[in-house]
């Protein structure tokens, strides 16, 4: 496995695409032209066996590294600007293979370009030991009216979701569209009214504590958790690997995507950052991140 | 392990060091002023057992994580702005615990901070049966003039180094400082002159080829290498992790810490890349990047 071989495969098909790559991959550095004086910048590391079953097909390995990186994008409102990913790879399973290890890189190459973050850089790196272990690293610029965080929810803002929840490991998690123009639509819409937003990656439950606060506790009604074929709210709660935005808000939106399934209120000392309708913690439901 | 105890260990240090970081660790992604249109990025990967030994101090395994990928900004002249980490951690290996995971933390940010590069994001992950992976991006800033690419040598000029190569496993890799100051004061002394410049990481024979081309030879005097405490030529053309930089120009540099160890000169059709002074091939002394 010979890093510039793979390098070169990325790097021919990522010069050219029109796009502002001034150096790709190959040189000690990527280069892109960025516009705004703001930039955010996130990383995201995908394990087989983990984050995806071996016998998963390839390049859709990829094209889920890429996509679970940039679903923090559209977490934040952002544009993808373009992305570098690394690969470690083990040298002891025949399977694991430089055209095993190149369709891995095409699958992500393809919806990195589809998506306007195109690979610009790279690195790679064996591990005989390991399982496959790939990372992508997003650029972006946030919106003009600043990224959106997942801290800032106010007392009375709607807790809304976008997509259905439950059930991603069917194929959603292998298939979903990060949802970056959904969220530049709900900026533009909503304005100041959008307070804070996160993407559903560890567990509904999980992830909507981290727009909760010390003074702020989100209420769900889990009854309008809107459910992915078969889901039950259960799973929904739990199962994580849905990338659907979560989003505190002063105003309704009227997106037919959008789904209300809360409020946040005043949160009282020694009660639960999120809780169900009858007051049971919901805040632990999903994957502790490690 | 928890991502966001250790992720908050980061972010408290982050905060507040009065650089340009706008968005910390904790939040989707992390956010950055940049001033100029033009950035830099880099990944680079630090596989224990590989790169680094398993029993070496974990705030040395973090500096030296930050410090290879920090090589790659002196390499095209920039200037660090800030740099995100990730590891992927085994749960099997009593060792490997949190508390060491934070010591490998506290090492990498004390460089990257000091160094102009603070962390403002990451990610962490479990491989139950993989060695210790950590990966490293750099973001930086092009000098005015342009970043120094690994491209652009001409006929005629000299090969160049800083420092010394060799024998660099018995310390020297974990406590090297990237050169960043010396490339900057490089570019700016030769400015035009300055053709191409790479790093030398992988050793001087195998990187010294990617500053040739199909038109353009590099012969080495290795009489002329400066050596490590001890190292012989072939050590130093072979071993790698020197972290030096190589470069090519036109004008002779007036530095102390420069040594001429070559010409460039055109290449005949057939030919490798990079020679001694005898003709024998040094274009394969080196790692194979893997």
């Known amino acids: 496995m010979k890093e510039f071989d793979l390098l070169k495969q990325i790097y021919a098909s990522s010069k050219g695409q029109g796009n502002s790559i001034t150096i790709g991959p190959g040189d000690d550095m990527g280069e892109i032209m960025v516009t705004a004086g703001k930039l955010l910048v996130a990383v995201d590391q995908l394990v087989l066996g983990r984050h995806v079953a071996f016998e998963t097909a390839p390049e859709l390995i990829g094209r889920k590294a890429i996509a679970r990186c940039f679903s923090d994008i559209a977490a934040m409102a952002g544009t993808p600007r373009g992305s570098l990913i690394t690969a470690c790879l083990p040298s002891g399973i025949p399977e694991i293979d430089e055209d095993w290890a190149i369709r891995v890189f095409n699958g992500a190459r393809e919806v990195a ?48 979701v976008t997509g259905e929840l439950g059930n991603s490991q069917e194929s959603h998690h292998l298939t979903f569209i990060p949802r970056i123009n959904e969220a530049q639509e709900l900026n533009k819409d909503l304005g100041d009214h959008l307070h804070a937003m996160i993407d559903v990656s560890d567990g509904l439950g999980r992830d909507a504590s981290h727009l909760a606060s010390d003074d702020l506790q989100l209420v769900i009604d889990t009854a309008s958790i809107p459910l992915r074929g078969g889901a039950s709210s259960d799973q929904a709660l739990s199962e994580g690997d849905d990338y659907e935005l979560l989003f505190t808000t002063s105003k309704l939106p009227e997106h037919e995507l959008v789904s209300v399934i809360g409020r946040v209120v005043s949160r009282t000392t020694g009660s639960k950052s999120v809780i169900n309708e009858h007051g049971d913690d919901l805040s632990t439901m999903g994957w502790e991140h490690a």
Chains 1, 2 share one sequence.
């Open 113 to 160: 370009a589809l998506w306007g973050g195109p690979i610009f850089g790279g690195d790679i790196a064996t591990c005989d030991d390991a399982p496959p272990i790939f990372s992508v690293t997003a650029v972006a610029s946030p919106p003009e009216s600043g990224a959106i965080r997942r801290i800032g929810s106010q007392e009375g803002d709607y807790l809304c």
